[in-house]
């Protein structure tokens, strides 16, 4: 039987949902027909674009770029928060009709699902394909692209073909067609510094890539050329797999400051608000963190980031926080900060414990404090529930959105 995959991907995920949102409670005015963002904070005009419509394509707006940027670019620019809630809901709501097509959904982020559909026959994909382009978008407001092949890589690269509201198709027979010519860096793992290294090595295209020699390519980037060489031709092994069955390496989250912050203690807090959003997912999904790392983006745009490893894996804000805030004081040089971001790694089994002949009863207070924590703001919702050092602070109680899923992607014939 021929495998066959679905790449569904939502067309600008967050400003769509946020637009949906509002129509559906009565607003009269969709945000995908204006000049519109989602990011940052719209009173102070700090933050990054996060997601925008089509019509910020002729002022040149980019997403990732700061509010002021944009602004600059378009005065009347309305800008909107993130409303991540309404995200899950409705990322939670597109799953539950792909599920009615398919058992085998793999969800790679907030806003992309793959779908095995090897039951189907290839002659009815297309066809399929736009019935539930249809659905989505009749039932729940918001379109998005839907990318066809016969493993994963390909179906991705097809539902990036031509944006919004499309289907495509990327068989291994069109992918000279299709794919070869589009820019190198186009293709899924090539980032910007990398596309510049290419290009100076006279390699602009996906196809002028994959007729590199795969040697050449491991000897400027080590095994890593053979990836981008295999993922060029168009091979690519990995399977759809559903939710919760592939092993979680690890979690994390972080935020873009309202303004530069210039003082340790407003660093510390962003740091524990991230923890008060990150730590909370950790204990819900079973797992206890081994090491801890924090990321620094200064205002000038250079990073730096470190990581601490621990005897024992733990799931203790305090701890854990405290463990953050320690490596932030190593690294920082005094610099206005932009961004900070915290990870763990060497996650393990909250289940297991491992025993000590010492009873340490501070970790077991922090412990059911942290449980107590949890279920309050489980059951009256995270504000019912704020550490006093946010009272009078500039720093939200808590920081950090919805975070792309900690999954292992795609794996090459290497």
């Known amino acids: 039987m021929m495998s066959l995959i679905f790449h569904v991907d939502v067309n600008s995920a967050y400003l769509s949902w946020n637009a949906a949102w509002d129509l559906q409670h009565g607003a009269s005015l969709d945000l995908r027909t204006i000049p519109a963002i989602v990011g940052g904070d719209p009173e102070s005009r700090h933050g990054i674009v996060l997601a925008k419509s089509a019509p910020c394509k002729k002022y040149g707006i980019q997403t990732g770029e700061?509010?002021?940027?944009?602004?600059?670019?378009?005065?009347?620019?309305?800008?909107?928060?993130?409303?991540?809630?309404?995200?899950?809901k409705a990322s939670e709501a597109m799953v539950e009709i792909l599920r009615s097509y398919s058992p085998l959904i793999e969800r790679?982020?907030?806003?992309e699902c793959f779908m095995d559909m090897s039951h189907i026959a290839k002659e009815d994909a297309l066809p399929l394909a736009e019935t539930l382009k249809r659905r989505i978008a009749e039932e729940l407001g918001f379109t998005v692209n839907i990318g066809i092949s016969t493993g994963k890589l390909l179906a991705k690269m097809a539902s990036d073909l031509k944006?919004?509201?499309q289907v495509h198709t990327l068989y291994k027979e069109e992918v000279p067609k299709k794919m070869w010519p589009l820019p190198v860096e186009d293709l899924f793992m090539v980032g910007s510094r990398t596309a510049t290294k290419l290009r100076a090595m006279n390699i602009r295209t996906i196809g002028e890539l994959a007729e590199t020699d795969p040697e050449f390519l491991h000897k400027k980037f080590k095994k890593y050329g053979y990836m981008i060489s295999c993922y060029a031709r168009g091979i690519e092994s990995s399977t759809v797999k559903n939710e919760g069955t592939i092993v979680m390496k690890g979690m994390g989250n972080s935020t873009t400051l309202p303004f530069d912050f210039s003082d340790r203690t407003?660093?510390?807090?962003?740091?524990l608000s991230i923890g008060e959003t990150l730590v909370p997912r950790l204990r819900a999904s079973g797992k206890k963190a081994k090491t801890v790392s924090v990321h620094i983006r200064y205002s000038d745009f250079t990073s730096i980031s470190s990581q601490r490893t621990v005897s024992?894996?733990?799931?203790?804000?305090?701890?854990?926080?405290?463990?953050?805030?320690?490596?932030?004081?190593?690294?920082?040089?005094?610099e206005p900060v932009r961004h900070l971001g915290i990870s763990f790694a060497q996650?393990?089994?909250?289940?297991?414990?491992?025993?000590?002949?010492?009873?340490?009863?501070?970790?077991?207070?922090?412990?059911?404090?942290?449980?107590?924590?949890?279920?309050?703001?489980?059951?009256?919702?995270?504000?019912?529930?704020?550490?006093?050092?946010?009272?009078?602070?500039?720093?939200?109680?808590?920081?950090?959105?919805?975070v792309e899923k900690d999954y292992l992607f795609m794996s090459s014939h290497l």
């Open 312 to 334: 024992l894996a733990t799931t203790s804000t305090s701890l854990l926080m405290s463990i953050a805030c320690s490596l932030f004081d190593e690294m920082w040089n005094g």
């Open 266 to 271: 407003s660093c510390h807090n962003v740091l």
């Open 66 to 88: 700061t509010l002021f940027a944009a602004l600059m670019k378009c005065p009347e620019l309305t800008i909107v928060p993130p409303r991540y809630g309404v995200y899950m």
């Open 163 to 165: 944006k919004p509201n």
């Open 108 to 111: 790679y982020s907030i806003d």
């Open 347 to 402: 996650l393990e089994d909250s289940a297991l414990e491992q025993l000590s002949l010492f009873q340490n009863k501070e970790a077991e207070k922090m412990q059911k404090m942290d449980q107590v924590m949890d279920l309050i703001r489980k059951n009256f919702g995270d504000a019912s529930l704020i550490r006093a050092t946010f009272l009078h602070s500039p720093v939200k109680a808590f920081s950090g959105g919805i």
